[in-house]
C-alpha cells in the first residue's frame, strides 16, 4: 500500500496524521484490509467538511455575526478529535480565518458599544436630577433595557462605565426613596381632606331643599375627585360613607325627573325609528347601485347627524351599522375612482367588464391592506414590547384598519355574487 497524505497505518491501527499543532491520532483498526478501512473513515470526512461550510454560510448571512464565535471555536475542537480522513488542516484553517474575521467584527462592536454606552452615561447624568421623577424614571428603565441588549464593551473600559451606571441608579434611587416618604405625608394629609368631605355630606344629607343639596353634593363631588390617591382601605372605607349618601340624596332628585326621562324615552324611541328607516333606505340604494352615492351618501350623512346622538346601547348599534354602510359606500367610490384612472373607457365598457375590472382592483387592494395590517400589528407588538404597555391610538388605528379590511372583502363578496 503506497503512503496516503493524511492517514498511516501501525499493525492493525489507523493513525490520522497529525496537522498544524494538533498530534497523530487514533481513529480505527483495520478490519477487512487497509484500503476499505482507509475508505471508510475518508467517506465520513463530508460529514465534517458539511459542517464548517454550513457555519460559514450562517456567519456570511447573519447580521449578528458575534454569536457564532463560540460555534466556531467548538467546531475547532470538534475536528481536532473528529474520527474522520481527509485534509483537515485546510478545513482547520478556514475556521481560523473565519475566527479571526469574528473577532475583528467583536472588536469593532465593542468599541461601538462604548462609544453608545458612553452617550447613555451623559443622559443618565442629567436625568439623575431632573425634576420630574417620573418622566426620568421611565426614560431611566428605557437606558437601562438599551443597556443590557447593547452588550459588552472593551475590557478595559468594563469597570469604568459600570461603575458610573450603578452610581447614577443609586443617586437616582436615593432621589426616588425620598420623594416616597414625601408622599406618605402628603398622603396623610389628603385623608383628612376625604374625612372633611364626607362630614360635609353627611350635614346635607339633612337639608329639605334637595335640589340645594344635590348641586352642593356635586361640588363635593368635583372636589372629591381632585384629591390625590391613598392606600384602598382607607379609601375604600370613606367612599362607602360618601357613597351611601350620594345615593340617598340623589334618590330624591331622580323622583322629580319622571317626567324628564319619559319625555327622552319617547324621543330615543323617535331617534330609534328614524334611523332604522334611515338605514334600511341607504341599504337599499346601495343594493340598487344607485349611479349618485355620492350624493345618497352627503345627503343621509347630514339627515343623520341632525337627529342627535343621544346615550342609548340601540342608538350606538345603528350607528355602527349605519357608519359601516358609509364606508361601504366610500369603498365603492374609491375602487370605481381607480378603475376610471385605469381604463379611460370605463364608462362604455359592459357590466361584467365594470365588475371583473372592480373584482380585480378589490383584490390587489385587499392583499395590499392584509400586508399592511399584519406589518401593523407587527410593529405594534414591538412597540408595546419597548413600551412596557399597549398604546391606544395604536390600538384605534390598527381597529379602523381592520374594519376597512372587513368592509373591502364584504364589497368583494357582492361583487362576485352579481358575476355569477
Not at 469574528?102 to 452615561?121: C, G, P, S, T, V
Not at 472593551?154 to 452610581?167: A, G, P, Q, V
Not at 338605514?279 to 349611479?291: A, F, P, R, V
Request: glycine share 4%.
Amino acid at each position: 500500500m503506497k503512503e496516503h497524505p493524511f492517514v498511516k497505518i501501525s499493525g492493525d491501527k489507523i493513525i490520522r496524521k497529525g496537522f498544524l499543532d494538533i498530534p497523530d491520532r487514533e481513529i480505527g483498526e483495520v478490519r477487512e484490509n487497509p484500503e476499505s478501512s482507509i475508505q471508510y473513515f475518508e467517506n465520513r470526512f463530508p460529514i465534517i467538511e458539511q459542517k464548517v461550510e454550513s457555519l460559514e454560510k450562517n456567519i456570511d448571512e447573519n447580521e449578528n455575526k458575534g454569536s457564532f464565535l463560540m460555534k466556531l471555536i467548538h467546531l475547532k475542537e470538534y475536528i481536532a478529535r473528529f474520527d474522520g480522513i481527509g485534509d483537515f488542516e485546510k478545513l482547520y484553517q478556514r475556521l481560523e480565518d473565519k475566527e479571526k474575521y469574528l473577532l475583528e467584527i467583536i472588536h469593532k462592536n465593542r468599541i461601538r458599544n462604548y462609544e453608545i454606552k458612553k452617550a447613555f452615561l451623559d443622559e443618565l447624568g442629567m436625568l439623575k436630577d431632573h425634576y420630574n421623577l417620573k418622566e426620568a424614571g421611565e426614560r431611566i428603565r428605557e437606558i437601562r433595557q438599551e443597556w443590557i441588549k447593547t452588550g459588552a464593551v472593551l475590557e478595559e473600559h468594563r469597570e469604568e462605565i459600570e461603575t458610573r451606571f450603578n452610581e447614577y441608579l443609586d443617586f437616582f434611587n436615593a432621589r426616588k426613596e425620598s420623594y416616597i416618604q414625601d408622599r406618605i405625608l402628603a398622603m396623610e394629609d389628603t385623608i383628612k381632606h376625604y374625612q372633611e368631605i364626607v362630614k360635609k355630606a353627611e350635614r346635607l344629607y339633612h337639608f329639605s331643599d334637595f335640589r340645594e343639596s344635590t348641586r352642593r353634593l356635586k361640588e363635593l363631588q368635583l372636589e372629591w375627585k381632585n384629591l390625590g390617591r391613598i392606600p384602598p382601605d382607607p379609601y375604600n372605607q370613606l367612599k362607602e360613607k360618601f357613597q351611601k349618601i350620594n345615593d340617598e340624596i340623589f334618590r330624591r332628585f331622580r323622583e322629580s325627573r319622571d317626567e324628564q326621562l319619559q319625555h327622552r324615552q319617547k324621543n330615543v324611541q323617535y331617534i330609534i325609528n328614524q334611523k332604522t328607516r334611515m338605514l334600511n333606505e341607504i341599504w337599499d340604494k346601495i343594493e340598487q347601485n344607485s349611479k349618485d352615492l355620492y350624493y345618497v351618501k352627503k345627503d343621509y350623512l347630514d339627515r343623520w347627524k341632525k337627529l342627535g346622538n343621544l346615550f342609548n346601547k340601540e342608538i350606538q348599534i345603528l350607528n355602527d351599522k349605519f357608519y359601516s354602510r358609509i364606508l361601504f359606500i366610500n369603498e365603492i367610490l374609491f375602487v370605481e375612482m381607480l378603475a376610471r384612472k385605469k381604463y379611460s373607457n370605463f364608462e362604455q365598457l359592459s357590466p361584467e367588464d365594470k365588475n371583473r375590472i372592480q373584482i380585480n382592483i378589490l383584490g390587489e387592494l385587499i392583499e395590499r391592506d392584509e400586508k399592511d395590517l399584519n406589518m401593523y400589528n407587527q410593529n405594534m407588538e414591538v412597540f408595546n414590547f419597548r413600551r412596557g404597555g399597549d398604546n391606544k391610538v395604536f390600538r384605534h388605528k390598527r381597529n379602523d384598519k381592520q374594519k376597512a379590511l372587513v368592509v373591502k372583502r364584504e364589497l368583494l363578496r357582492s361583487l362576485k355574487r352579481d358575476q355569477k
